[in-house]
């Protein structure tokens, strides 16, 4: 399995987040014939997407805005002792200092060496705060044929909620491929279709659009720590087995069929219980060496498409806990 990143720069808001079990389903309805790469999902995936992170090129190199991690503080930060923390009101001011940073900078040049910010007092701070998109209520009208007008109950004026990307920030994709069942050009002119049609919710109004920048090969080892003994999860993942340890944030998702599907008598799917993304898994050095992702695919979790898949996979950055 190969990965890859895809570059894409959104023209658009956004009403559904890019997350990777979802953009897996978007990426499905690109295909005919899915049903054969869908077959053997659960034990030879085609391809696994990551959740979409934001990134901006600094100097000539691009540097990734990553979610942070699922973790007690005390595997995140380097606190002063006890004697230095007597004081109540200081340690309410730096833990809703720590709070508020909720991603970290990782880049080729700066590799996720440690999950620890030993500097998070300082001004080279590891944890950062960053805004980088705008949240919207766009209002709907749903018109009553009848009357010509909207009204109460199902005819009411309603709002829907959308993100809006800063001009600075792009994101990308990441994506593990065998390219003996689909190719790289065939994942970038899928990633174009859905760029053009929309992804997500209100897709038909305009919202989820993108342009698709680039798609270019990168080792996802060449951003973690050379000595590891864990991994960082690019999406939301089921696990497939005991860990050592894992330590997550569950995430329940509630799936809806696509395309015809969305309006039959029953488009919704079975809810799954997943780790969401930012989950960090302790396993054995060998063993994260060998494989390039974690988890499990999940079947069964409809009754009008019994061949419907959930992507539990995921890619994940080799780290270590101090």
């Not at 007008?149 to 809006?164: D, L, M, N, R």
């Not at 899928?190 to 038909?204: C, H, L, M, P, R």
């Not at 659009?209 to 990168?218: A, M, Q, S």
Request: proline residues 5%; aromatic residues 14%; charged residues 30%.
């Amino acid at each position: 399995m190969k990965t890859y990143e895809i570059t894409i720069k959104p023209i658009s808001g956004f009403a559904t987040p890019l997350m990777g079990d979802t953009i897996f389903g978007h990426f499905c309805w690109q295909f005919d014939g899915i049903e054969k790469l869908l077959s053997d999902y659960d034990k030879n995936p085609f391809a696994i997407f990551s959740s979409a992170c934001l990134t901006k090129k600094r100097n000539g190199e691009r540097i990734y805005f990553l979610k942070k991690p699922s973790l007690p503080e005390k595997f995140l930060f380097e606190f002063e002792s006890e004697e230095e923390r007597e004081e109540r009101e200081e340690k309410i001011k730096y833990r809703k200092e720590r709070k508020k940073r909720q991603f970290f900078p990782v880049s080729k040049s700066a590799p996720l060496n440690s999950l620890k910010d030993k500097n998070w007092k300082n001004d080279k701070k590891f944890y950062i705060e960053l805004e980088f998109a705008k949240n919207f209520s766009q209002w709907h009208n749903r018109i009553n044929r009848i009357t010509g007008t909207t009204g109460e109950g199902e005819f009411a004026p309603f709002s829907v909620k959308q993100i809006v990307y800063k001009d600075e920030f792009e994101l990308v994709i990441f994506v593990g491929i065998d390219e003996r069942r689909i190719s790289k050009n065939e994942v970038e002119e899928a990633f174009k279709n859905i760029g053009k049609t929309g992804f997500g919710k209100d897709a038909s109004t305009g919202l989820g659009r993108f342009d698709v920048c680039g798609i270019n090969e990168i080792d996802l080892f060449s951003l973690g720590a050379k000595k590891f003994d864990a991994v960082y999860t690019l999406s939301p993942f089921v696990p497939e087995k005991e860990y050592k340890n894992i330590f997550f944030t569950p995430f329940t998702r509630f799936g809806r069929h696509g395309s015809f599907l969305a309006i039959s008598k029953n488009p919704f799917k079975a809810p799954v219980i997943m780790a969401d993304e930012g989950a960090v898994v302790v396993m054995d050095d060998r063993e994260i060496s060998e494989r390039k992702f974690v988890g499990s695919a999940v079947k069964g979790i409809s009754k009008v498409q019994p061949d419907a898949v959930c992507q539990g996979y995921s890619l994940f950055i080799p780290v270590r806990i101090e």
